[in-house]
């Protein structure tokens, strides 16, 4: 059995604690968060479960293995580094951190420690990307020219962290969990509506080696709700509509070939028109799916999918396209 204590009970920490306490040999010994109104809601729902305003009751309790943060990524570097030094492994949510440096600490730290760090990344645990992966890896899809994704909607605006920040971790992490490397560089422009120095609206351009291409469009000022990212390759092209209930993957068999005409030595370039096939996905909760491979991980002592080297892979791509917003849009290389 696998003691947990979360911290951060909110809009998305419900979620996780619904999750943990759920699954089997799993059990959520301590929650914690500073709304005591929102504790004596959660008394009622989870008896089993001790809630506290105090991290240090978790930090504290040797009982507890892991630790959940599920808080505003501003905290997330100081509860994450408390954790790990109180020889707990650890899931954070998206982003890691905000600064790169307190990334590669957090990364440097688990290691020494020994123990699990691991990043709410949730969309690489979607049986849809899992598909996408597939695809690609099995070469069903030839080369990747680009890929290009939409995540808006007119929904809350944040008073701290701006769209960029809050939608495409989502974006990013898909893309590298896709094409399994990071970009080159990165350009990024972006405006503020609402409130100054928050941009509402973002538009990011990810450069590979090979020529492979990914934008990024995320936007809370939007009159849709899109979820969506298309994959354009070789020979196939696949769309991942994630608000589609059921058929969230198309595969279009579309292209252009490209034939040799032997009467003059030359090439020429055909369209062409094939099926759209939808493939049957085993639709499980994405989120289950997340927290059932962090205890598994914690268990077998292994290394997540999303651990902390992805998330910090994730927050440099966005740390490039925040400073390419601020100097108007010019390139940044990741290093």
Same mark, same amino acid.
């Not at 240090?56 to 009982?63: F, Q, T």
């Given at each position: 059995m696998?003691?947990?204590?979360q911290?951060?009970?909110?809009?998305?920490g419900?979620?996780?604690?619904?999750?943990?306490h759920?699954?089997?040999?799993?059990q959520?010994?301590?929650?914690?968060?500073q709304d005591?109104?929102r504790?004596?809601?959660?008394r009622?729902?989870?008896?089993?479960?001790?809630?506290?305003?105090?991290f240090?009751?978790?930090?504290?309790?040797?009982?507890l293995?892991?630790?959940?943060?599920?808080?505003?990524?501003?905290?997330?570097?100081?509860?994450?580094?408390a954790?790990?030094?109180a020889?707990?492994d650890?899931f954070?949510?998206?982003?890691?951190?905000?600064k790169?440096?307190?990334?590669?600490?957090l990364v @440097?730290?688990?290691?020494?420690?020994?123990?699990?760090?691991?990043?709410?990344?949730i969309?690489e645990?979607?049986?849809a #990307?899992?598909k996408l992966?597939?695809?690609i890896?099995d070469?069903?899809?030839?080369?990747?020219y680009y890929?290009?994704s939409?995540?808006?909607?007119l929904?809350k605006?944040?008073?701290?962290?701006?769209a960029?920040?809050?939608f495409?971790p989502h @974006?990013?992490?898909?893309?590298?969990?896709l094409l399994?490397?990071v970009?080159l560089k990165?350009t990024?422009n972006g405006m503020?509506?609402?409130?100054?120095?928050i941009?509402d609206?973002?538009?990011s351009t990810l450069?590979?080696d090979?020529?492979?291409?990914?934008?990024?469009?995320?936007s809370?000022?939007d009159?849709h709700?899109?979820r969506?990212i #298309?994959v354009?390759g070789q020979k196939?092209?696949?769309v991942?509509d994630?608000m589609?209930?059921?058929?969230?993957?198309?595969?279009?068999d579309?292209?252009?070939d490209?034939y040799r005409d032997y009467e003059?030595?030359?090439e020429?370039?055909?369209?062409?028109h094939?099926?759209v096939l939808?493939p049957?996905?085993?639709?499980v909760?994405?989120?289950?799916a997340?927290?059932g491979h962090f205890?598994?991980?914690?268990?077998e002592?292994a290394?997540?999918?999303?651990?902390?080297?992805d998330?910090?892979?994730?927050?440099?791509?966005?740390?490039?396209?925040q400073?390419?917003?601020?100097?108007?849009?010019?390139?940044?290389?990741?290093?």
């Open positions: 696998i003691r947990v204590g911290i951060g009970l909110g809009a998305w419900k979620n996780l604690l619904r999750n943990f759920s699954l089997p040999g799993c959520v010994g301590i929650g914690c968060d005591p109104k504790l004596e809601k959660f009622g729902e989870y008896p089993s479960v001790r809630f506290t305003t105090d240090e009751e978790l930090l504290s309790d040797e009982r293995q892991a630790v959940v943060i599920a808080t505003p990524p501003e905290s997330h570097y100081n509860l994450a580094k954790s790990l030094e020889g707990k650890v954070v949510e998206k982003p890691l951190v905000l790169v440096e307190e990334g590669e600490e @440097d730290l688990a290691k020494r420690e020994g123990k699990v760090l691991m990043v709410g990344h969309m645990y979607h049986p #990307t899992l992966k597939q695809l890896e070469g069903e899809l030839g080369g990747i890929i290009y939409t995540r808006v909607n929904g605006v944040r008073e701290i962290e701006n960029l920040w809050s495409a @974006d990013v992490s898909i893309i590298l969990y399994g490397k970009p990165v990024a503020a509506y609402l409130r100054k120095g941009e609206v973002a538009f450069y590979f090979g020529g492979t291409l990914a934008h990024i469009h995320v809370w000022l009159p709700k899109i969506k #298309t354009v196939k092209m696949v991942f994630d589609e209930s059921a058929e969230k993957i198309r595969i279009y579309k292209g252009v490209t003059n030595y030359g020429y370039l055909s369209l062409r094939g099926d939808i049957k996905l085993n639709l909760e994405p989120l289950r997340e927290c205890l598994q991980c914690v268990e002592r290394t997540p999918r999303s651990d902390g080297e998330g910090l892979r994730v927050l440099k791509v966005l740390d490039a396209a400073k390419s917003m601020k100097i108007g849009g010019a390139p940044v290389e990741i290093k």
